[in-house]
Every structure is written in C-alpha cells, then in structure tokens.
C-alpha cells in the first residue's frame, strides 16, 4: 500500500506546485501589467486656464540614446470650447526642449493630434544589459497671443521592453519633465533564464563529455551531435534575447562566451579522445583479421 499511496501524493504535490507557479505567473504579470499602464498625473496647474499635455513614451532605442515622446495638448478652462471638449477656442503654441526644439501648434477650432519629440537619454550603457539604465529630461512651455500659458503634463508608458519612472516634475508656465528608464521586469526574468540555461546546458555537455572520455567510449554520434547542436542553439538563444542587446553585453560575459567555450572545448576533446579509442580500435582487429 506504501507505493501506491507515495505515487498519489507525488501526484497531488505535483499539481499542488504547479498550481502555486502557475497562481505566482499570473500575480506577477498582473502587478507588472498594473504598474507599467498607469497614467501619473505629474503636474496639474491650479490656474483657470492652462494646457494638459498627455505625454506617452514609445520607441525606447538605446542604441542611437534615444526615445521618442508622443505629446498630445489638451485644453482647460477658457482654452476648450467646453467642460470636457478637447476643441481650442484660440492658437496655443507649445515649445518642447530637449535634443533639440520642438514646436507644437493647436489651432482654434481644432483637436491637437499626437506629435513625435525626440529626447536623450544619458547616463547609461546598452551593454549593460539586462541592468542598462538611462535618464531623460525634457522642458514644456506654452504661450498664446496672451502671453505664457500655464502647462500640466500627464505621462503614460507604452514601450514593451522598457519602465519609465518620472522623477521629477516642476509646474507653473514652464514644466520640466525627468524621468529614468529601465529594463522591464519580464526582461529581467527571461534574462536571468537565459543565462541559467547557458550554464546548464554548458554543463550538461561538460559531464557528458567527462564520461566519454573517461570510459573511452570511442565516437558515440548521438552524443556528438547534441553537444554540436547545443553548441549552435545557444546562439540562436542569446539573439533571441528582448531588446536585441549588443555582442560584448554583460550577459554574454556573464554567460553566453563561457557556455560556448565550454561546449565548443568539450565537443574537441570528446572528438580526439574518441579518435583515438577508434583507432586503436581498427589497429588490435588488423591483426587478428591477417592471421585469420
């Protein structure tokens, strides 16, 4: 009764554990989803009269230290044609300062659409991947044929492989807008994954080849051809990596050029220990084939 009573509670722990992986997934997708869709209210004037300006990061690219902010203004108070209307009663011209000057224009009687500004990114290194982390700063001004138009800015973030925290935020006629970007926490995971298979696999293929060569086993095809494979896989595993980190990244330090040297050297010695026990193999049947 002890073997099969131990196999249904293998079976109900089983699913037990998985049942809390699974339940763990799901926490964290949901708290990362949570987070990273949030809209910060940064900056809200107390003025009657002011501009909104909806701000969402995309197009993260820190190969060129660069992003992208899609800018929308929205009117308030006088400047909308009503409570809730997004129509400008009269000309708002929006300066945007940051790699360069940008202006943006709303006209009366129009819906502002969203509108590309480039910003730098500064004080990070792409191959410090997956722990890159950059810093951006972008300015807001507002003017109409009155004068200076107080300015709010509202931020939401879309990219997929990056987190944008705002960090600091100044109202009044001008906003100044900072913010620090880094990788997403499901990039970190699959990171870390990645890197732990690179190992794993490296030393899988190191045991593997421990044993043949210790029982000079000669050449054993199947084994050979999945230390090859494994050799050739985990390349395609680390240009698969989110982002599309550069060669010399932290991670191929880390793991990637020392899984490959561990494979490619394994598979060598694997090879010439196995020629060797192959030759010496045909050179005692030799004779024993002559004197037949």
């Known amino acids: 009764m002890s073997g099969p009573r131990w196999r249904s509670n293998r079976f109900v722990l089983a699913l037990v554990i998985l049942a809390v992986l699974c339940s763990a997934g799901i926490a964290l997708y949901l708290n990362e989803r949570n987070t990273r869709q949030q809209t910060h209210e940064l900056t809200l004037p107390t003025a009657g009269d002011w501009v909104e300006l909806d701000v969402t990061a995309q197009d993260i690219d820190p190969g060129t230290g660069e992003l992208t902010l899609y800018v929308v203004p929205v009117p308030h108070g006088t400047l909308a044609e009503g409570p809730d209307s997004a129509v400008f009663t009269r000309q708002v011209d929006v300066a945007v300062r940051s790699t360069a000057r940008t202006d943006l224009r709303a006209a009366p009687g129009e819906v502002a659409s969203p509108q590309p500004v480039p910003a730098n990114l500064y004080d990070g290194t792409e191959s410090d991947y997956p722990f890159d982390r950059y810093h951006f700063a972008v300015s807001f001004s507002a003017t109409d044929a009155a004068g200076a138009v107080p300015v709010g800015v509202v931020f939401g973030d879309v990219d997929p492989f990056f987190f944008v925290r705002p960090a600091v935020s100044a109202a009044g006629p001008a906003a100044v807008f900072e913010g620090r970007v880094s990788r997403t926490r499901s990039t ?4 870390w994954f990645m890197i732990a298979a690179m190992w794993a696999l490296a030393l899988a293929v190191l045991a593997g080849a421990e044993v043949l060569v210790r029982g000079r086993h000669g050449m054993v095809w199947p084994a050979l051809g999945w230390m090859a494979a494994t050799l050739f896989a985990l390349v395609g595993m680390r240009n698969a ?16 050029f020392w899984a490959e040297g561990i494979i490619a050297a394994s598979l060598v010695a694997t090879v010439v220990s196995g020629s060797r026990v192959e030759h010496r193999k045909r050179a005692a049947a030799a004779p024993a084939g002559a004197a037949s």
């Not at 970190?188 to 990171?191: D, E, H, Q």
């Open 188 to 191: 970190f995971i699959l990171a």
């Open 241 to 256: 990596a989110p982002g599309s980190p550069p060669i010399g990244s932290l991670i191929d330090y880390v793991a990637f």
